[in-house]
T-cell receptor
Framework: GENVEQHPSTLSVQEGDSAVIKCTYS??????FPWYKQELGKGPQLIID?????GEKKDQRIAVTLNKTAKHFSLHITETQPEDSAVYFC???????????FGQGTTLQVKP | GAVVSQHPSWVICKSGTSVKIECRSL??????MFWYRQFPKQSLMLMAT?????????EQGVEKDKFLINHASLTLSTLTVTSAHPEDSSFYIC???????????????FGQGTRLTVV
Protein backbone atom coordinates (compact mmCIF):
# COMPACT_ATOMS: atom_id res chain seq x y z
CA GLY A 1 0.00 0.00 0.00
CA GLU A 2 0.84 3.67 -0.11
CA ASN A 3 2.61 5.51 2.70
CA VAL A 4 2.96 9.29 2.71
CA GLU A 5 5.35 11.15 4.98
CA GLN A 6 5.10 14.93 5.37
CA HIS A 7 7.54 17.45 6.83
CA PRO A 8 7.73 19.71 8.71
CA SER A 9 4.86 19.29 11.15
CA THR A 10 4.91 23.00 11.94
CA LEU A 11 6.28 25.93 9.98
CA SER A 12 6.40 29.56 10.98
CA VAL A 13 7.37 32.25 8.47
CA GLN A 14 7.28 36.01 8.26
CA GLU A 15 4.73 37.59 5.96
CA GLY A 16 6.20 37.89 2.49
CA ASP A 17 8.63 35.01 2.89
CA SER A 18 8.31 31.70 1.11
CA ALA A 19 7.15 28.42 2.65
CA VAL A 20 8.03 24.94 1.50
CA ILE A 21 6.39 21.71 2.62
CA LYS A 22 7.77 18.35 1.53
CA CYS A 23 6.24 14.92 1.16
CA THR A 24 7.52 11.49 0.20
CA TYR A 25 5.49 8.54 -0.98
CA SER A 26 6.15 4.83 -1.30
CA UNK A 27 3.91 3.57 -4.13
CA UNK A 28 5.91 4.00 -7.33
CA UNK A 29 2.71 3.55 -9.37
CA UNK A 30 0.97 6.54 -7.75
CA UNK A 31 0.06 9.07 -10.41
CA UNK A 32 -1.88 11.82 -8.66
CA PHE A 33 -0.73 14.12 -5.87
CA PRO A 34 -3.09 16.76 -4.46
CA TRP A 35 -2.49 19.35 -1.79
CA TYR A 36 -5.21 20.47 0.60
CA LYS A 37 -5.56 23.47 2.89
CA GLN A 38 -7.64 23.02 6.01
CA GLU A 39 -8.75 25.92 8.15
CA LEU A 40 -9.89 25.40 11.70
CA GLY A 41 -13.25 23.65 11.92
CA LYS A 42 -13.59 23.23 8.16
CA GLY A 43 -13.09 20.49 5.62
CA PRO A 44 -9.95 20.33 3.48
CA GLN A 45 -9.93 22.46 0.35
CA LEU A 46 -8.06 21.36 -2.76
CA ILE A 47 -5.54 24.08 -3.62
CA ILE A 48 -3.37 22.46 -6.25
CA ASP A 49 -2.57 19.04 -7.62
CA UNK A 50 -0.06 17.42 -9.94
CA UNK A 51 -0.08 14.31 -12.01
CA UNK A 52 2.87 12.04 -12.62
CA UNK A 53 3.34 13.10 -16.23
CA UNK A 54 4.57 16.58 -15.25
CA GLY A 55 7.33 17.80 -12.97
CA GLU A 56 5.97 21.16 -11.90
CA LYS A 57 2.70 23.08 -11.79
CA LYS A 58 2.10 26.64 -10.75
CA ASP A 59 -1.00 28.63 -9.84
CA GLN A 60 -0.26 32.23 -8.86
CA ARG A 61 1.65 32.09 -5.55
CA ILE A 62 1.40 28.33 -5.20
CA ALA A 63 3.51 25.76 -6.97
CA VAL A 64 4.03 22.05 -6.66
CA THR A 65 7.03 20.04 -7.84
CA LEU A 66 7.24 16.31 -8.33
CA ASN A 67 10.31 14.08 -8.49
CA LYS A 68 9.11 10.64 -9.52
CA THR A 69 12.54 9.06 -9.29
CA ALA A 70 13.00 10.11 -5.69
CA LYS A 71 9.28 9.73 -4.95
CA HIS A 72 8.84 13.10 -3.39
CA PHE A 73 6.79 16.19 -4.06
CA SER A 74 6.74 19.64 -2.53
CA LEU A 75 4.42 22.58 -2.07
CA HIS A 76 5.87 26.05 -2.49
CA ILE A 77 4.02 29.17 -1.36
CA THR A 78 5.64 32.49 -2.26
CA GLU A 79 4.90 35.93 -0.84
CA THR A 80 3.05 34.40 2.08
CA GLN A 81 0.16 36.26 3.65
CA PRO A 82 -1.49 35.86 7.09
CA GLU A 83 -4.51 34.27 5.41
CA ASP A 84 -2.25 31.44 4.23
CA SER A 85 -2.06 30.31 7.87
CA ALA A 86 -3.74 26.89 8.05
CA VAL A 87 -2.97 23.19 8.11
CA TYR A 88 -1.74 21.82 4.79
CA PHE A 89 -2.02 18.16 3.81
CA CYS A 90 -0.33 16.39 0.96
CA UNK A 91 -1.83 13.20 -0.41
CA UNK A 92 -1.09 10.51 -2.94
CA UNK A 93 -3.45 8.15 -4.66
CA UNK A 94 -2.93 4.49 -3.85
CA UNK A 95 -2.62 2.85 -7.26
CA UNK A 96 -4.35 -0.45 -6.53
CA UNK A 97 -7.33 0.97 -4.58
CA UNK A 98 -7.80 4.57 -5.72
CA UNK A 99 -7.81 5.73 -2.11
CA UNK A 100 -6.23 9.03 -1.16
CA UNK A 101 -3.51 8.53 1.42
CA PHE A 102 -2.73 11.65 3.44
CA GLY A 103 0.40 12.97 5.01
CA GLN A 104 0.41 13.95 8.65
CA GLY A 105 -0.19 17.63 7.97
CA THR A 106 1.81 20.84 8.37
CA THR A 107 0.60 23.73 10.47
CA LEU A 108 1.72 26.89 8.71
CA GLN A 109 1.77 30.14 10.63
CA VAL A 110 2.42 33.36 8.74
CA LYS A 111 3.33 36.17 11.08
CA PRO A 112 2.32 39.68 10.01
CA GLY B 1 -13.69 23.21 -8.10
CA ALA B 2 -16.70 21.01 -7.49
CA VAL B 3 -19.03 21.59 -4.55
CA VAL B 4 -19.67 19.05 -1.83
CA SER B 5 -22.18 20.00 0.82
CA GLN B 6 -22.18 18.29 4.21
CA HIS B 7 -24.82 18.66 6.91
CA PRO B 8 -25.08 19.29 9.71
CA SER B 9 -21.91 21.25 10.45
CA TRP B 10 -22.21 20.37 14.09
CA VAL B 11 -24.44 18.19 16.22
CA ILE B 12 -24.75 17.33 19.90
CA CYS B 13 -26.52 14.13 20.84
CA LYS B 14 -27.10 12.02 23.89
CA SER B 15 -25.37 8.69 24.47
CA GLY B 16 -27.27 5.83 22.96
CA THR B 17 -28.95 7.82 20.22
CA SER B 18 -28.17 7.75 16.50
CA VAL B 19 -27.00 10.60 14.33
CA LYS B 20 -27.17 10.90 10.55
CA ILE B 21 -24.75 13.02 8.54
CA GLU B 22 -25.51 13.85 4.91
CA CYS B 23 -23.07 14.50 2.11
CA ARG B 24 -24.24 15.83 -1.24
CA SER B 25 -22.40 16.56 -4.46
CA LEU B 26 -24.08 19.63 -5.87
CA UNK B 27 -22.69 19.98 -9.37
CA UNK B 28 -21.35 16.58 -10.32
CA UNK B 29 -22.17 12.91 -10.03
CA UNK B 30 -20.33 11.36 -7.12
CA UNK B 31 -19.53 7.83 -8.21
CA UNK B 32 -17.35 7.33 -5.14
CA MET B 33 -17.69 8.81 -1.69
CA PHE B 34 -15.23 8.58 1.14
CA TRP B 35 -15.88 9.12 4.84
CA TYR B 36 -13.11 10.27 7.13
CA ARG B 37 -12.71 10.84 10.82
CA GLN B 38 -10.31 13.44 12.16
CA PHE B 39 -9.09 13.85 15.71
CA PRO B 40 -7.71 17.21 16.92
CA LYS B 41 -4.35 18.09 15.40
CA GLN B 42 -4.24 14.85 13.44
CA SER B 43 -4.55 13.81 9.85
CA LEU B 44 -7.63 12.38 8.18
CA MET B 45 -8.37 8.74 8.89
CA LEU B 46 -10.31 6.96 6.16
CA MET B 47 -13.28 5.07 7.58
CA ALA B 48 -14.95 3.69 4.49
CA THR B 49 -15.36 3.99 0.75
CA UNK B 50 -18.67 3.69 -1.02
CA UNK B 51 -19.53 3.41 -4.68
CA UNK B 52 -22.98 4.39 -5.82
CA UNK B 53 -25.39 1.49 -5.54
CA UNK B 54 -22.89 -0.77 -3.78
CA UNK B 55 -22.18 -1.64 -0.19
CA UNK B 56 -19.50 0.40 1.50
CA UNK B 57 -16.01 -0.99 2.01
CA UNK B 58 -14.81 -0.36 5.53
CA GLU B 59 -11.24 0.13 6.66
CA GLN B 60 -9.77 -2.25 9.15
CA GLY B 61 -10.90 -1.51 12.67
CA VAL B 62 -14.01 0.45 11.66
CA GLU B 63 -17.23 -1.15 12.89
CA LYS B 64 -19.64 -1.39 9.99
CA ASP B 65 -22.62 -1.93 12.28
CA LYS B 66 -21.82 1.23 14.17
CA PHE B 67 -21.05 3.47 11.22
CA LEU B 68 -23.74 2.81 8.64
CA ILE B 69 -23.03 4.22 5.21
CA ASN B 70 -25.57 4.54 2.45
CA HIS B 71 -24.80 5.74 -1.08
CA ALA B 72 -28.10 5.22 -2.80
CA SER B 73 -27.77 7.93 -5.42
CA LEU B 74 -25.07 9.69 -7.41
CA THR B 75 -25.47 12.85 -5.38
CA LEU B 76 -26.07 11.68 -1.83
CA SER B 77 -24.29 9.59 0.75
CA THR B 78 -25.14 9.35 4.43
CA LEU B 79 -23.20 8.26 7.48
CA THR B 80 -25.23 7.17 10.49
CA VAL B 81 -23.47 6.80 13.81
CA THR B 82 -25.61 4.31 15.70
CA SER B 83 -25.86 4.07 19.48
CA ALA B 84 -23.38 6.91 19.83
CA HIS B 85 -21.03 7.09 22.78
CA PRO B 86 -18.73 9.88 23.97
CA GLU B 87 -15.75 8.19 22.33
CA ASP B 88 -17.48 8.66 18.96
CA SER B 89 -17.14 12.42 19.40
CA SER B 90 -15.01 13.63 16.53
CA PHE B 91 -14.89 15.61 13.30
CA TYR B 92 -16.37 13.61 10.43
CA ILE B 93 -15.66 14.63 6.84
CA CYS B 94 -16.98 13.29 3.57
CA UNK B 95 -15.26 13.46 0.22
CA UNK B 96 -16.59 12.81 -3.24
CA UNK B 97 -15.06 11.88 -6.55
CA UNK B 98 -17.03 11.53 -9.72
CA UNK B 99 -17.82 12.81 -13.15
CA UNK B 100 -19.25 15.76 -15.01
CA UNK B 101 -20.81 14.50 -18.17
CA UNK B 102 -18.47 11.94 -19.66
CA UNK B 103 -15.35 13.31 -17.95
CA UNK B 104 -14.21 11.23 -14.99
CA UNK B 105 -12.45 13.28 -12.34
CA UNK B 106 -9.52 12.11 -10.32
CA UNK B 107 -9.89 14.99 -7.92
CA UNK B 108 -11.62 14.43 -4.60
CA UNK B 109 -13.57 17.29 -3.08
CA PHE B 110 -14.43 17.56 0.57
CA GLY B 111 -17.46 18.62 2.52
CA GLN B 112 -17.29 21.16 5.30
CA GLY B 113 -17.15 18.50 7.99
CA THR B 114 -19.43 17.69 10.92
CA ARG B 115 -18.41 18.17 14.51
CA LEU B 116 -20.13 15.45 16.53
CA THR B 117 -20.28 15.73 20.29
CA VAL B 118 -21.86 12.89 22.25
CA VAL B 119 -22.81 13.75 25.83
Amino acid sequence: GENVEQHPSTLSVQEGDSAVIKCTYSDSASNYFPWYKQELGKGPQLIIDIRSNVGEKKDQRIAVTLNKTAKHFSLHITETQPEDSAVYFCAAIESNTGKLIFGQGTTLQVKP
Amino acid sequence: GAVVSQHPSWVICKSGTSVKIECRSLDFQATTMFWYRQFPKQSLMLMATSNEGSKATYEQGVEKDKFLINHASLTLSTLTVTSAHPEDSSFYICSARGRRGTFMNTEAFFGQGTRLTVV
